[in-house]
């Protein structure tokens, strides 16, 4: 069931993946960088009673990255010639996000939240789980009640509906309209995220530019990189 005509999917997965990292940039700023300055938080005008600021339009505009991210994550595992060296570089780049985002939050060594990269890596063992015991509904679901469980003792980003909502989105992908409506839906108070599904929508089902070993670890590399230089930059208003 499409909601978008073929003449609108326009959008390569490349398109998606810089989309995706370009909202996330833009949530991060404001939030760890931008509410430092006042000005930012000034109201630019208003909505009914809502007084909408330029750290408002930035942090909602954010929103989109997790399930652009999400969505990416189910066409990669679909998709990749190599789900073993998929789920490891997803720990390991989790692993080595930790540090940034540690000090971006807490401005130390420990942080009792754990970054994004966790969530997704959770979401991917997950899909790994449905496939593997698709034969066998009841081992099926206690593994995935279990990471269920882990994500909700690791506090990762998104937590337990973010590790929901990966699941979700695997479920309906051929059932485009009720992956958006219920998708939407399914991330609570982040209604706004829903925005989400219009861009993901105009997926045209391509690659893109994005080829080759290198080019595909760009956003790996930028997750920890882009926290460490906003952390960097937090520390230089300090000092």
């Given at each position: 069931?499409?909601?978008?005509?073929?003449?609108?999917?326009?959008?390569?997965?490349?398109?998606?993946?810089?989309?995706?990292?370009?909202?996330?940039?833009?949530?991060?700023?404001?939030?760890?960088?931008?509410?430092?300055?006042?000005?930012?938080?000034?109201?630019?005008?208003?909505?009914?009673?809502?007084?909408?600021?330029?750290?408002?339009?930035?942090?909602?505009?954010?929103?989109?990255?997790?399930p652009i991210f999400a969505f990416l994550l189910v066409e990669g595992f679909l998709h990749t010639r190599?789900?073993?060296?998929?789920?490891?570089?997803?720990?390991?780049?989790?692993?080595?996000?930790?540090?940034?985002?540690?000090?971006?939050?807490?401005g130390t060594w420990h942080c009792p939240s754990q970054n994004v990269l966790f969530t997704l890596l959770?979401?991917?063992?997950?899909?790994?789980?449905?496939?593997?015991?698709?034969?066998?509904?009841?081992?099926?679901?206690?593994?995935?009640?279990?990471?269920?469980?882990?994500?909700?003792?690791?506090?990762?980003?998104?937590?337990?509906?973010?590790?929901?909502?990966?699941?979700?989105?695997?479920?309906?992908?051929?059932?485009?309209?009720?992956?958006?409506?219920?998708?939407?839906?399914?991330?609570?108070?982040?209604?706004?995220?829903?925005?989400?599904?219009?861009?993901?929508?105009?997926?045209?089902?391509?690659?893109?530019?994005?080829?080759?070993?290198?080019?595909?670890?760009?956003?790996?590399?930028?997750?920890?990189?882009?926290?460490?230089?906003?952390?960097?930059?937090?520390?230089?208003?300090?000092?």
């Open positions: 069931m499409d909601i978008t005509k073929h003449t609108y999917r326009i959008l390569s997965g490349s398109s998606l993946k810089v989309l995706a990292m370009l909202t996330m940039l833009a949530d991060h700023l404001a939030a760890f960088y931008l509410c430092y300055y006042p000005q930012f938080m000034q109201p630019l005008f208003t909505i009914g009673h809502k007084q909408v600021s330029l750290f408002f339009i930035m942090r909602f505009i954010g929103r989109m990255a997790f190599n789900r073993h060296h998929y789920g490891l570089s997803l720990f390991v780049f989790a692993l080595l996000s930790e540090i940034p985002w540690n000090l971006v939050h807490t959770l979401g991917f063992l997950g899909l790994c789980a449905i496939e593997y015991y698709r034969t066998d509904l009841r081992r099926m679901a206690v593994v995935l009640i279990l990471l269920l469980a882990v994500s909700v003792l690791l506090r990762s980003d998104y937590g337990c509906s973010g590790y929901g909502f990966i699941l979700l989105l695997y479920v309906l992908r051929s059932q485009r309209l009720l992956q958006a409506v219920i998708g939407s839906c399914f991330l609570g108070s982040r209604w706004m995220a829903g925005l989400a599904f219009i861009p993901i929508n105009m997926y045209n089902g391509k690659r893109g530019f994005i080829q080759g070993n290198i080019a595909k670890y760009i956003f790996y590399v930028f997750y920890p990189l882009h926290l460490l230089i906003i952390y960097l930059a937090m520390r230089s208003l300090v000092v």
